[in-house]
């Protein structure tokens, strides 16, 4: 090799290095631009199956979950069946007087008596829907919430806390801070997860989980408001409701893998607390976020 021409590739070798660091660092400005002038305040991780393609912007601080939450607690009940200690054809009854009327809960709307319903029901409710009083079942299934925090410790992950069930958090405005993630811990449990197959579940919990996660109804104009309409995402939302006497809204989340129709995926966690925007606007902000992450992503060889 010659002299010249080795210099020749260092050179291209040299600028391909810089644009490739530039375009993540576009990434980074698109995402400034979006929330700088928004009143609140916005957590983001982003993952791509590169590991030179993360991004993080406020990753480490806590954000409250709220139903981002009902993902963990999934995880965990499906690991306790691969012990035996449940089944997902088991069936468990909820009574009328679970059907606690302040809380959001599709089963109470459908099953206003009650209903013996099977676990494998109850998950899909808690998760596609978001239902509440679902939620609450499966968490004294696992006995408390701290079942959950419990699981993911034992799992070497350390930045998420659970605390309190539903009823709890929706009684008091400040106890739902206690259940609290990180963006990029949040990140790391989509990404461990689903990378780990038939490791850390068995396949036929990990086959149930994610297909659930691709069903969600929840929050369609979040990461997928703005996404091409056949994307498939797998995801898990929160929200918290307005207080009434600040106007400040605690939480609108969005977490989850959005597959690429070139056979990749990346994972991203959007977290917006501290709000006195709107819920349109704190929707917008998560997905004109997933949007441009698309569009880089997009663009990668």
């Known amino acids: 090799m010659t002299t010249q021409f080795r210099l020749t590739f260092l050179l291209i070798l040299l600028i391909s290095t810089q644009a490739y660091s530039q375009t993540i660092e576009t990434l980074r ?15 983001v991780a982003i993952n791509g199956v590169d590991k030179d393609d993360t991004l993080s912007m406020k990753g480490s601080d806590h954000f409250p979950m709220q139903s981002v939450f009902k993902f963990p607690i999934a995880l965990t009940l499906l690991a306790e069946m691969d012990k035996g200690n449940f089944s997902l054809d088991q069936k468990i009854e909820i009574k009328k007087s679970e059907l606690l009327p302040g809380l959001w809960s599709p089963i109470r709307e459908k099953y206003p008596d009650g209903a013996t319903l099977t676990i494998a029901e109850i998950l899909e409710y808690t998760i596609t829907l978001s239902d509440n009083v679902g939620c609450d079942v499966l968490l004294k299934l696992l006995g408390k919430p701290q079942a959950v925090e419990t699981y993911f410790a034992n799992n070497n992950f350390n930045d998420i806390a659970v605390k309190i ?23 790391r ?30 929050g369609q104009n979040r990461l997928k408001g703005q996404l091409p309409e056949e994307t498939i995402v797998a995801h898990k939302t929160g929200w918290s409701g307005t207080n009434e006497t600040t106007g400040i809204t605690a939480a609108v989340n969005d977490i989850g893998i959005i597959f690429l ?20 606007t704190n929707e917008k902000i998560i997905s004109d976020i997933a949007k441009v992450a698309w569009d880089y992503f997009m663009n990668q060889p």
């Open 189 to 218: 449990i989509l990404q461990t997860f689903y990378e780990n197959k038939g490791n850390l579940l068995s396949q036929k919990s990990y086959d149930f989980v994610w297909k659930m996660m691709k069903a969600t109804q929840t």
């Open 261 to 280: 129709p070139n056979g990749k995926h990346f994972y991203i966690s959007v977290f917006v607390t501290e709000s006195k925007e709107n819920i349109e």
């Open 165 to 187: 069930n539903e009823e709890t958090m929706q009684n008091n405005w400040d106890l739902q801070f206690q259940n609290w993630t990180t963006p990029k811990e949040a990140n």
């Open 29 to 43: 400005q698109n995402i400034g631009q979006i929330i700088h002038s928004k009143n609140s305040v916005v957590g």
